[in-house]
């Protein structure tokens, strides 16, 4: 975890120092250079860029203490045993600045029992920061103050966390557990004891605790496995310990710990992995089987839409609608029961779920969707008392389904504003508020939504996987039409989806078209959105595109073509048509070209074939980023282009951009560059030639190098000056040559079967 939160802070700019026990082998340094070494390996990766790791310094606590001296916030994150950080603490009270802030990366001990002993300096700075692992990818961060900690110091650590680390900040209670921890533990203890009521296998569970709940893939013993059962037991034994409730396990699990199959780590735990193959526990047994995932005849899931699918839970006549049922209920009654013990407000345990276990819905909203009548009835059923909470809400937890409004917790009986920050900017939020919150809907299709937020276009694109259809086509011409018409700043691209920017082009219609031969349907088709990309580029108005997640071909290309772009750290950006069998042709070839030959303009001695080399190296590998970073490094971001590192700022980021440019904008130049011609041609043939003599491409894929090394060059003659619309026709021409070949036609059909790529 240590060196998971010092990949994080490196990731986000920050120098940090990276101390750990001093190792025994003669190397004093080695136990924390292995924890850097592993960061950098990590699978996810727990850098967003390998070469972030130079910012951290590396030491032991026994000789290196002082390094901390001029260090505005240490984090503790070492043995989860009382003792050994209250003499930590004891020995950085001495040496550490008056400002800097201690915080504890405990996921359960008391934060204010750790303190004690100390001075009232360090009280004041002091509180618990719990990131949950791996903590580049998970969003919450609970923090956890004490009755000594110092408004400033919360404030302080708010700020840092939430804007440079990028996490969604929960305040808990400093009590056992915390929020997250709390509950989620409390649901896996839960399923495994209805698991062995209700005969179930692991399988089985995994597949009724995960999506069909709105939850992660990997529900309850796939997330036990990647967590670790051994951290899973410590825990449950020390929250049943403090707070006098029963967190035991069963006595199967206890042995799995005690023969050290514990999970991922170990290769082993609720499920192994076997050669490619994966093997499940039978829990009655102790022994490991061949997986069965459960089939349709015996498991027909809940499907539809949030309301739609708690609807049919409610309803479910099975032994497995029995069992999601009672474990709903059940989990519900402890949340209601334990969030005023926990938690300050009802709104901080639903974002502790979701951003902490990676929930799509929190237990409150989930209780709203199963209804005040259901959870009554249940809870009788079950000779469950109806706590105070419970009673409360008259009109749901949150008002009425109003997100903004919810149940207040504690001595008042009123519903009570979500705190919101003004520096955030949500489409969920602004379609909640509606016209009071002076933003208003301009244009709106089943595909895209055209907002004015406060004199800045943001348009919204909601198609199946954001993909770029006709009718997004259509939104955005509306969409520049509106801005000049109605005067106003500018234009945001971006959208509320939590994983897809946009898939790229909606492949479906492109197959269609060619299927039946519409070769100049396909023609307007690719023209117009050449056009769509050049009008980004041309606007008279400054055009802010804010990508982040899954960011792919078309999107791409839209990207590349706005003035500014406002990207979230998690970027996954790339041109990734050759995956189906044709080059980018929206304007993505000829902008890598435009942009990668003007980088090597202001230096006489450089080899221009250099920029082309490496516009057809990302092109032909469908190279995707890993990061924003990642990105900016690839040259799929440029230098002014910015990051934003949480999530939640992202969109209002992005209007801030096209504020900060509107004022005196001018649209950027046509522009020209001196093409290669056949001598660039002919290396880039070569290199294609020689990667299919070593058997690493096809002979479809040196069809497909060469068509982008033709329009990389613009064609076989001799150098010479192009525009950027020579190279846009040189793209349609070779998209629409690939498409009619059967390769290409085959990988697109793969693509829209399986989602996968075909190499053929």
């Known amino acids: 975890m240590g060196s998971g939160i010092a990949a994080l802070a490196a990731s986000a700019g920050l120098p940090v120092v990276l101390l750990d026990v001093p190792g025994r082998d003669g190397d004093r340094n080695g136990p924390a250079k292995s924890g850097l070494a592993r960061a950098t390996k990590a699978r996810p990766a727990a850098f967003m860029d390998v070469a972030r790791a130079a910012a951290v310094r590396i030491g032991n606590t026994d000789d290196d203490l002082g390094l901390l001296a001029d260090c505005d916030l240490v984090i503790e994150a070492i043995i989860e045993q009382a003792e050994p950080k209250r003499r930590l603490y004891e020995r950085l009270d001495q040496i550490l600045k008056p400002g800097c802030i201690v915080a504890s990366n405990t996921s359960g001990i008391p ?77 896996m203890m839960l399923a495994i004891r209805l698991m062995q009521q209700y005969d179930l296998t692991i399988d089985q569970v995994d597949l009724l605790t995960g999506p069909p709940l709105f939850r992660a893939k990997s529900a309850t013993f796939r997330t036990a496995d990647l967590s670790g059962i051994d ?37 082993a735990g609720f499920y192994k992995k076997v ?28 499907t539809g839409t949030a309301r739609e699918r708690f609807a049919e839970i409610r309803a479910w006549e099975s032994d497995q609608g029995d069992f999601v049922r ?42 709203d969707l199963l209804g005040a009548d259901f959870l009554r009835a249940g809870f009788a059923k079950m000779g469950l008392d109806e706590p105070e909470l419970f009673r409360r809400a008259t009109r749901g937890f949150y008002d009425v389904g109003d997100a903004s409004r919810t149940i ?21 939020g602004m379609r909640r508020a509606g016209a009071t919150s002076g933003v208003e809907i301009l244009d709106e299709s089943a595909d895209a939504t055209l ?20 009718a997004v086509f259509a939104a955005i011409d509306s969409a520049f039409d509106l801005v000049e018409s109605r005067g106003l700043l500018g234009l945001v691209i971006g959208n509320d989806d939590p994983r897809t920017f946009t898939a790229g082009a909606d492949l479906s219609l492109i197959a269609a078209l060619s299927s039946r031969k519409e070769w100049d349907s396909l023609d307007d088709a690719v023209r117009r959105f050449q056009g769509m990309s050049m009008r980004i580029r041309q606007a008279p108005f400054p055009v802010v595109v804010a990508p982040f997640g899954l960011t792919l071909g078309g999107g791409s290309e839209f990207t590349l073509h706005a003035d500014a772009v406002q990207a979230h750290a998690e970027l996954y950006m790339g041109l990734v048509e050759v995956g189906v069998g044709l080059i980018p042709a929206g304007g993505g070839t000829k902008e890598l070209l435009f942009r990668f030959t003007a980088e090597l303009a202001p230096y006489r001695e450089a080899d221009p074939f250099e920029g082309v080399r490496r516009a057809f190296q990302l092109i032909a590998m469908a190279t995707t980023s890993t990061s924003a970073l990642d990105a900016r490094s690839l040259g799929f971001l440029g230098a002014h ?42 290396n880039l043939r070569y290199a294609a030639w020689a990667m299919r003599e070593a058997g690493q491409i096809t002979e479809f894929e040196v069809r497909l190098a060469n068509e982008l090394a033709y329009v990389l060059t613009a064609g076989d003659g001799p150098a010479r000056v192009v525009t950027e619309q020579d190279v846009l026709d040189l793209e349609r021409d070779a998209f629409l040559r690939l498409l009619g070949t059967r390769e290409t036609q085959e990988r697109i059909a793969s693509m829209l079967k399986t989602g996968k790529p075909l190499r053929n």
């Open 111 to 187: 934060i204010q029992s750790l303190s004690e002993g100390r001075s009232s300096r360090f009280r004041e700075r002091f509180l618990g920061m719990h990131f949950f692992n791996p903590p580049r990818y998970l969003h919450l961060l609970e923090i956890i103050p004490t009755g000594d900690t110092a408004p400033e110091t919360l404030d302080a650590v708010r700020r840092v966390s939430d804007r440079i680390l990028g996490k969604g900040i929960v305040v808990a209670k400093d009590v056992p557990g915390f929020i997250a921890n709390r509950l989620g533990v409390f649901g």
């Open 451 to 470: 907002w004015n937020v406060h004199d800045v276009a943001l348009l919204e694109v909601h198609s199946k996987m954001n993909t770029l259809g006709a």
């Open 231 to 267: 951290v899973i037991a410590h825990v449950t034994a020390e929250l049943g310990a403090s707070t006098g409730e029963d967190f035991s396990l069963p006595q199967w699990v206890l042995d799995l710990v005690a023969s050290g199959r514990v999970g991922e780590k170990s290769g």
């Open 408 to 428: 207040a917790v504690g001595a008042a009986s009123a519903y009570v504003e979500v705190a919101a920050d003004p520096d955030t900017l949500s489409i969920a």
């Open 326 to 367: 009672e474990y709903l209920l059940r989990f519900s009654h402890y949340v209601l029961a334990t969030t005023p013990k926990i938690s300050y407000d009802i709104a901080s345990v639903d974002r502790a779920m979701e951003w902490g276990y990676a929930w799509d819905i929190g237990p409150f909203k989930q209780m």
């Open 275 to 302: 050669g490619k193959d994966i093997q499940t526990l039978d829990w009655k047994t102790g022994e490991y089987q061949p997986q069965v995932k459960p089939g349709r005849g015996d498991f027909k899931l809940p």
């Open 641 to 682: 282009d910015r990051i934003t590192m949480n999530r939640d700022r992202l969109l209002a980021d992005a209007v801030r951009r096209v504020r900060d440019l509107a004022p005196d904008y001018v649209p950027p130049l046509p522009r020209t560059i001196q093409a290669l011609g056949k001598e660039g041609l002919g």
